[in-house]
């Protein structure tokens, strides 16, 4: 495994909650940007949200706002996408990756972790 860890991805109702967790293996993520993204069968991967550690500046995805909610946890080596009201359309592969800052680039990817939402 690389340094990111995604877990928490599950299948769901449509309307339904999840909780994904990207876990940094080894450090801590006070001086990167987080951002989660995912990818869908033959989609490309799309940035979905980031948060700048540092000073908690966060961004979102239009598709999610409202919906999804980016944090970290008080050690700063946790970040969490709390994911509401999901739709089939959120279905996929969501990737954790870290850059300097929310621009990018994003590298050190994590394997993923699927959601799948049904209708």
């Known amino acids: 495994e690389g340094p990111l860890v995604e877990s928490g991805g599950d299948l769901v109702q449509a309307g339904g909650s999840l909780r994904l967790s990207c876990a940094a293996r080894?450090?801590?993520?006070?001086?990167?940007?987080i951002g989660w993204y995912r990818q869908a069968p033959g989609t490309e991967r799309e940035g979905v949200s980031c948060i700048q550690v540092r000073d908690g500046d966060t961004y979102y995805n239009d598709s999610v706002k409202g919906r999804f909610n980016i944090s970290t946890n008080g050690a700063k080596n946790i970040v969490f996408l709390e994911m509401n009201n999901l739709k089939p359309e959120d279905t996929a592969v969501y990737y954790c990756?870290?850059?300097?800052?929310?621009?990018?680039?994003?590298?050190?990817w994590g394997r993923g972790t699927q959601v799948a939402v049904s209708p």
């Open positions: 080894g450090f801590t993520f006070d001086e990167y940007a």
């Open positions: 990756g870290a850059a300097w800052a929310c621009s990018g680039p994003f590298g050190s």
